[in-house]
């Protein structure tokens, strides 16, 4: 396969021209540095294909290699179809635009520039969450020790409160027999 230098060239002055424009403040100028960087990528493209052979129709009696790849045209044809809609989208933007403020420059506000001065790290946002541990750390034995204990505690408040249980009710008893002998 020969190199054409002549498309290669061309395509990195598309390329380099159509970076230079989209990092413009005017959205004219972006839309058609979008415009050159997807021709120049639709030329990328069918020079990766190949050279140009048969038309990809089947035929027992053609070499398989004679054939021209029809994936770099299916691919390029979904890229004018994409930069087509993209372009449109574009110009509708440049045009409500220049209806509203009669310029298509983009322009800073106040909160782009606080945005711009903010440092990038933030205490409250930045900081490691804290890990807690769950009852599948550790190892089986482990947790068979914490389940145990956390059961015996479990049943001695269980004891404790029916102790309380009883012994206010003893004592509201008491009390209503003293009132009875008073």
Do not use: C
């Not at 409160?161 to 509201?172: L, V, Y």
């Amino acid at each position: 396969m020969a190199i054409d230098l002549s498309l290669i060239l061309v395509m990195g002055v598309m390329y380099g021209v159509g970076v230079y424009l989209v990092l413009d403040r005017t959205m004219t100028r972006v839309m058609l540095g979008l415009m050159l960087l997807t021709n120049a990528t639709n030329l990328l493209i069918f020079h990766a294909g190949g050279p140009a052979g048969l038309a990809p129709i089947f035929n027992k009696d053609i070499a398989a290699g004679d054939y021209s790849d029809p994936l770099p045209q299916a691919l390029v044809l979904t890229s004018i179809v994409i930069s087509f809609a993209v372009t449109a989208l574009m110009l509708g933007l440049i045009y409500r635009a220049w209806v509203l403020s009669r310029g298509d420059e983009i322009k800073d506000d106040a909160e782009d520039r606080k945005v711009a001065t903010k440092p990038s790290y933030d205490p409250e946002e930045d900081t490691p969450a804290s890990t807690d541990s769950s009852e599948f750390d550790g190892d089986e034995q482990t947790r068979e020790r914490e389940f145990k204990i956390k059961e015996e505690k479990r049943k001695s408040s269980g004891r404790e409160s029916q102790k309380t249980t009883a012994h206010i009710a003893k004592d509201s008893s008491d009390i209503a027999g003293q009132k009875e002998h008073a």
